[in-house]
């Protein structure tokens, strides 16, 4: 998933995803769009997401960027 460069939404809600998010998906760098809601995940968000300028939903029913937490450095 990280060699998918030129990705720019990607909406993985309501798939029963459980655990953390893979630091991998970081390397999303065109990324301007994510939902991760309605699954069971766990974590933190990658620090490199901190610049998307588009819509991004979290965890479960959470919405918008104020509720996400990113990793620490």
Do not use: K
Not at 29 to 44: D, R
């Amino acid at each position: 998933m990280g060699q998918a460069v030129s990705l720019r939404y990607l909406n993985l809600s309501h798939n029963q995803l459980a655990g953390s998010i893979p630091p991998e998906l970081g390397q999303l760098a065109n990324l301007w769009g994510l939902n991760l809601s309605h699954n069971q995940l766990t974590g933190c968000l990658p620090r490199e997401w901190q610049n998307i300028s588009g819509p991004i939903v979290s965890f479960g029913n959470a919405q918008g960027r104020d509720e996400l937490s990113f990793c620490p450095t």
